[in-house]
């Protein structure tokens, strides 16, 4: 077998850093792995907001095509980043072990909570944060934020915005752990499905021993289980980033629950359901939670975004 693994991935810093950590693991058991930083629509277009562009593969349909051609073996994907419905011929090879899970509030200023400065201005770039934000937070104030996270920051000290709404795992992983002022409740803020975790993604080409090897470092079966239930709810719902839909699966002590919901961008409309489900189940019950969340409501709040997306 040759031993090397061509690594796919996004050239920012906080992306780099989930390939060097993918490219470190797979030297414990001997593979040489090599870098290859491709570039993605979704790095090239920064004056437009995610919802506008467009939700199917903004950060993964390059690393795809690198995929397809060989030219890499894997691509190291943000879970929450990869489309649900991936290319005939590709499949996840591994889920990584996750982070802690939730957003947070950022700010280079000594703001305490988001319930104490409420009508701060807050930069995201997210329609689910931005969505909540508006049913739990209607006072605050918002200002779209693209870039990679130094540029966000930057961004943000030049008085752009007074703090951020970011995923936990990124600012920790990039070191910036001191500008967190709040971790934001599970109550609320519920993540969007893959949060905190990165998803490995192959070709059906690609070296069955290589692969299964990769696999046995890489993969975290207990989260690989509850992303799948995850993504199995967002696919139902269509769900992609243009939409504000929620998920989060975690384990219980024989199983797992699921909590997903949907909130419109208006955030006056918001339904949330639960349910439990096994690993050998998961994507079947992810299945059925959001087709009872269609039934209760959801199919209309998803036709009033498309609509007001003009989609």
Not at 85 to 105: F, H, S
Not at 225 to 251: H, I, K, N, Q
Request: glycine content about 8%; proline content about 2%; charged content about 25%.
């Amino acid at each position: 077998m040759n031993k090397s693994v061509r690594i796919g991935t996004r050239g920012s810093k906080l992306a780099l850093w989930q390939a060097e950590h993918v490219a470190a693991c797979l030297k414990t058991k001997g593979l040489e792995p090599e870098i290859v930083i491709i570039d993605t629509t979704g790095d090239k277009i920064l004056d437009q907001s995610l919802s506008k562009i467009g939700s199917k593969g903004l950060f993964t349909e390059e690393l795809e095509e690198q995929l397809e051609t060989g030219a890499i073996d894997i691509a190291v994907h943000s879970a929450k980043d990869l489309q649900t419905q991936l290319k005939d011929g590709m499949y996840i090879l591994a889920i990584t072990e996750r982070e802690v899970v939730n957003d947070v509030l950022v700010s280079h200023k000594p703001i305490r909570t988001l319930k104490e400065n409420a009508d701060i201005v807050i930069g995201t770039s997210s329609t689910r944060r931005r969505a909540l934000l508006r049913k739990f937070y209607p006072d605050a104030k918002m200002v779209d934020m693209r870039g990679n996270l130094q540029t966000r920051i930057r961004k943000m000290e030049e008085g752009a915005c007074d703090a951020m709404l970011l995923a936990y795992a990124g600012i920790h992983r990039m070191g910036y752990d001191t500008l967190i002022r709040e971790r934001l409740s599970l109550e609320e803020f519920i993540p969007a499905a893959g949060q905190g975790t990165l998803a490995i993604e192959a070709s059906a080409t690609l070296d069955k021993e290589k692969a299964a090897i990769i696999r046995l470092v890489l993969n975290e079966a207990g989260t690989e289980t509850a992303v799948l239930a995850e993504r199995a709810f967002l696919r139902t719902l269509e769900g992609g980033c243009s939409v504000p839909v929620f998920a989060l699966a975690v384990a219980r002590d024989t199983d797992y629950l699921l909590t997903g919901g949907i909130v419109s961008l208006d955030g006056t409309k918001y339904l949330k359901q639960e349910i439990r489900f096994t690993a050998a189940d998961a994507e079947q019950r992810g299945v059925e939670l959001a087709t009872a969340l269609l039934k209760a409501g959801a199919e209309g709040i998803l036709q009033e975004i498309k609509q007001s997306l003009g989609k």
